[in-house]
């Protein structure tokens, strides 16, 4: 894993480019601490940080292969899960020079050019140029695991890892216009895909690739969910899911470093965890497992619809069944409430307040241990894990239904800005694209035709937020999160199974536990869905509402953008909405506040109205 930047132009020579690369590059050195390169070229200025996994001393980028009477340089941020059946194919035209996936990428675009994408299984964002033919290409992983924005002005294309590495280059402006502050208050810490928030930046959407040329960038989808029929009976089905999603985990364990896991004691964490802990057994080794928790949270949890049990006495019982060696990491709420603003630093926007923030705490501690370790994050899109999946009300609403509070949402807009946002139709409208791409069979139910738009609208909406969280949470510690749930052959497969498998015995992921339940004890396997944990500790309420009501009271940028009758009586606490499901409610809501004033102060964010 790792960070990439650049800048590519066919009219400025970039061997000028240096400092500016250099400032890029900076921004990314949490990505990469272990190894950082520059490649300065007459078309393309080629930036890299590197966490190195893979081949560790071979696998230095940027990377160059001359082949054919032409040079390919590529940065590339990611993991391939199939290098070895690659590296076969591409053996006999050429030795290879490394062992690391790095060359194995662009030996397979020298070989297929774009179509070496469809090839690929593993989570990446890469960029290469193809010096020759006066090209580069660019491409992200299908589902979107791996990140890649861009900002394109006057013939020239800079693109990075993060939003914070293009916002060192000073040919890009600290502006928001009207449609980032509809994304900042109504759709966050969901974000549009393609949008950067900041005006002008962009981003390489999932399972998207293309070529910058000198007349211009060009990107066009290369995978989508695509609806076949399912042919196989229960008993198939089940027999297909755990082949998958065994493979998928045995496929992630592959490394040079350390690999640990994410262990939650709830149904996807757990198994992750002991199919890993079996194949580290066969090896002589012992999995290390990691849980999070807060400083007094039995004292306080109260149980809830979304929420009916801590995780403590199931981690505890997951971890003596597979025999791990098992760290607990338990944040207190002062430590929570100042890593909020790091939180914003990770990922480079306001975000899921403490959601984010304590996920940056654990991961900070988890690479005291270790550099890869692999989490369930995907398996509620894909299975069908969330409430609002099951409950026939929820699922029918014609709107986002973990977002049904867009006049609330809008509430918090200051009142000049509000007139010029058609509120409902910006956030109907963005369900509606989305519902309506979903891919469907003539023959599909209505039932089954509304779950292939549930799965779109998760995949390219909450999932997307999640992994981006999970990304730049881990990412900002050098810690390497792999999610093998997210495989793309369990999206596929899955997107064209009956709902009725998915629903077994009315359970969520029912489906997923008949096919993995065999790794589990009882009680783990039949737990009911719980989320992320976050604090139940009434200081935390207290301390960012305090925080929030000191910014109000000095000079803040919140007040270009935000109407302050709104924040003073959020203040009051007398609204109990939900901002973004389960896991943004009063608490989050005021902290996302105190991020958003730190990230504009941060960037020195200014308002436009052009």
């Given at each position: 894993?790792?960070?990439?930047?650049?800048?590519i132009s066919?009219?400025?020579?970039?061997?000028?480019?240096?400092?500016?690369?250099g400032?890029m590059?900076?921004a990314?050195i949490?990505?990469g601490?272990?190894?950082r390169?520059i490649i300065?070229?007459?078309?393309a200025?080629l930036v890299h940080t590197r966490?190195?996994?893979i081949?560790?001393e071979?696998g230095?980028?940027p990377?160059?292969v001359?082949?054919?009477g032409?040079?390919?340089?590529?940065?590339y941020n990611g993991?391939?899960?199939?290098?070895?059946?690659l590296?076969s194919?591409l053996?006999a035209d050429?030795?290879?020079?490394t062992?690391?996936?790095?060359?194995?990428i662009?030996r397979?675009?020298i070989?297929?050019g774009?179509?070496?994408?469809?090839?690929?299984n593993?989570?990446?964002?890469?960029?290469?140029h193809?010096?020759?033919n006066?090209?580069v290409?660019?491409?992200?992983d299908?589902i979107?695991v791996k990140?890649?924005f861009?900002?394109?002005?006057?013939?020239c294309?800079?693109f990075s890892?993060?939003i914070a590495?293009?916002?060192?280059?000073?040919e890009?402006?600290?502006?928001i216009?009207i449609?980032?502050v509809?994304?900042l208050l109504?759709m966050?810490p969901?974000?549009?895909?393609?949008y950067g928030?900041?005006r002008?930046?962009?981003?390489v959407?999932?399972g998207h690739?293309?070529y910058?040329t000198?007349?211009?960038?060009?990107l066009?989808?290369?995978?989508?969910?695509?609806?076949v029929e399912h042919t196989?009976n229960f008993e198939?089905?089940?027999?297909h899911?755990?082949?998958?999603?065994t493979?998928?985990?045995?496929?992630q364990?592959v490394s040079?470093?350390?690999?640990?896991?994410?262990l939650?004691?709830?149904?996807?964490?757990?198994?992750i965890?002991?199919?890993?802990a079996?194949e580290?057994?066969?090896?002589g080794?012992v999995?290390?497992?990691f849980?999070?928790d807060y400083?007094d949270?039995?004292?306080y949890?109260t149980?809830?619809?979304?929420?009916?049990?801590s995780d403590?006495?199931?981690?505890?019982?997951?971890?003596?069944?597979i025999?791990?060696?098992h760290h607990?990491t338990?944040?207190?709420?002062?430590?929570l409430?100042d890593?909020?603003?790091?939180?914003?630093?990770?990922?480079?926007?306001p975000g899921m307040?403490d959601?984010d923030?304590?996920l940056?705490l654990?991961?900070?501690?988890?690479?005291?241990h270790?550099?890869?370790a692999?989490s369930g994050?995907?398996?509620?899109?894909?299975?069908?894990?969330?409430?609002?999946y099951?409950d026939k009300?929820?699922?029918?609403?014609d709107?986002?239904p973990w977002?049904?509070?867009?006049a609330y949402?809008s509430g918090?807009?200051r009142r000049?800005?509000?007139?010029m946002?058609?509120?409902?139709?910006?956030?109907?409208?963005?369900?509606?694209?989305?519902a309506?791409s979903?891919?469907k069979?003539?023959?599909?139910?209505?039932?089954?035709?509304?779950m292939r738009?549930?799965?779109?609208?998760?995949?390219?909406w909450?999932m997307?937020?999640?992994?981006?969280?999970?990304?730049r949470?881990?990412m900002?510690?050098?810690l390497?999160?792999r999610v093998?749930?997210?495989?793309?052959?369990i999206?596929?497969?899955l997107?064209?199974?009956?709902?009725?498998?998915?629903d077994?015995?009315g359970?969520e992921k029912?489906?997923?536990?008949?096919a993995m339940?065999?790794?589990l004890?009882?009680?783990v396997?039949?737990?009911?869905?719980?989320p992320y944990?976050?604090?139940?500790n009434?200081?935390f309420?207290?301390?960012?509402?305090?925080?929030l009501?000191y910014?109000?009271s000095?000079p803040?940028?919140l007040r270009?953008?935000?109407?302050?009758?709104?924040?003073?009586?959020l203040?009051?606490?007398?609204?109990h909405?939900?901002w973004?499901?389960?896991l943004?409610n009063l608490?989050?809501t005021?902290?996302?506040f105190?991020q958003?004033d730190?990230?504009m102060?941060k960037y020195?964010?200014?308002?436009?109205?052009?």
């Open positions: 894993m790792c960070g990439i930047a650049g800048m066919f009219r400025e020579d970039m061997r000028e480019k240096a400092a500016v690369c400032l590059q900076k990314l949490r990505r601490p272990d190894q390169g300065l070229s007459r078309d200025a966490l190195a996994v081949d560790i071979g230095r980028q990377m160059t001359n082949m054919g032409n040079t390919y340089t590529i940065v993991e391939l899960y199939n290098t070895d059946e590296r194919q053996a050429r030795a290879f020079e062992s690391s996936d790095t060359e194995v662009l397979s675009y070989k297929w774009e179509g070496c994408v469809d090839k690929f593993g989570i990446f964002a890469f960029v290469i193809d010096e020759e006066r090209r290409f660019l491409a992200r299908r979107g990140p890649l861009y900002y394109e002005k006057d013939g294309l800079i890892s993060e590495s293009l916002l060192e280059n000073p890009i402006p600290h502006e216009d449609k980032g509809s994304e109504l966050a969901g974000r549009t895909a393609g928030v900041v002008g930046i962009k981003e959407k999932a690739c293309g910058y000198p007349d211009g960038l060009e066009h989808r290369y995978w989508s969910l695509r609806a196989e198939e089905t089940v027999e899911v755990r082949e998958l999603v493979d998928s985990i045995r496929r364990l040079d470093v350390p690999v640990c896991t994410f939650s004691g709830g149904l996807d964490s757990s198994i965890s002991a199919v890993a079996h580290m057994r066969q090896q080794k999995l290390n497992t849980s999070v400083r949270n039995e004292k949890f149980k809830s619809r979304f929420q009916p049990d403590p006495v199931y981690i505890n019982i997951m971890a003596e069944h025999g791990s060696n607990w338990i944040v207190d709420i002062p430590e409430v890593a909020l603003d790091y939180a914003v630093d990770a990922r480079g926007l307040a959601v923030a304590s940056l654990f991961c900070r501690e988890i690479k005291k270790g550099t890869v692999l994050e995907c398996a509620d899109e894909l299975f069908g894990g969330y409430p609002w099951r009300d929820i699922r029918m609403t709107g986002f977002a049904q509070s867009t949402r918090f807009i000049e800005l509000a007139e946002i058609d509120s409902d139709e910006y956030v109907y409208s963005a369900y509606r694209r989305t309506d979903a891919h069979l003539p023959s599909d139910s209505p039932l089954e035709s509304r738009e549930m799965t779109r609208l998760n995949t390219d909450f997307q937020n999640l992994l981006e969280r999970k990304d949470m881990s900002y510690s050098g390497e999160v093998p749930f997210c495989d793309y052959r999206a596929e497969y997107y064209n199974v009956p709902w009725e498998f998915k077994y015995q359970r029912g489906l997923l536990r008949a339940g065999h790794w004890p009882e009680r396997r039949s737990r009911k869905k719980s944990p976050k604090t139940h009434p200081q309420l207290e301390a960012v509402t305090e925080k009501r910014i109000m000095q803040t940028p270009e953008i935000v109407d302050e009758k709104a924040i003073t009586k203040l009051t606490h007398a609204d909405v939900q973004y499901g389960q943004m608490p989050q005021i902290a996302y105190v958003l730190y990230w102060k020195n964010i200014k308002l436009v109205s052009k």
